[in-house]
């Protein structure tokens, strides 16, 4: 069972940065691809950003542009750089697979909090 671990987060102004951080234990980190999740307050559990193994991203249309995904999978750990942070990204972050059937056990997450 691969364990999460999140770190990271804050709270930050409208137009601030933070950065993300994912550590998993095992080795099939390095070639399983990863997902950052967010749930804000009353809602569902979104997909924001995922990556490959070998490097391959893809952001949700609400990210493009501001966030940043990344991993080193020497390290297994997976990053996301949050830049030109905006209220609505208020949320619990959340790293899993990337997957339509099973995720694998979820960490305690890191609260982002975007507010002046």
């Known amino acids: 069972q691969v364990r999460l671990v999140e770190s990271g987060g804050g709270l930050v102004q409208p137009g601030g940065s933070l950065r993300l951080s994912c550590a998993a234990s095992?080795?099939?980190?390095?070639?399983?691809?990863m997902g950052w999740y967010r749930q804000p307050p009353g809602q569902a559990r979104e997909l924001v950003a995922s990556?490959?193994?070998?490097?391959?991203?893809q952001y949700a249309d609400s990210v493009e542009g501001r966030f940043t995904i990344s991993r080193d999978n020497a390290k297994n750990t997976m990053y996301l750089q949050m830049n030109d942070l905006k209220p609505e990204d208020t949320a619990v972050y959340f790293c899993?697979?990337?997957?339509?059937?099973?995720?694998w056990g979820w960490g305690q997450g890191t609260q982002v909090t975007v507010s002046s």
């Open positions: 899993n697979r990337k997957t339509a059937t099973t995720f």
């Open positions: 990556i490959t193994s070998d490097g391959y991203t």
């Open positions: 095992g080795s099939i980190f390095s070639t399983t691809i």
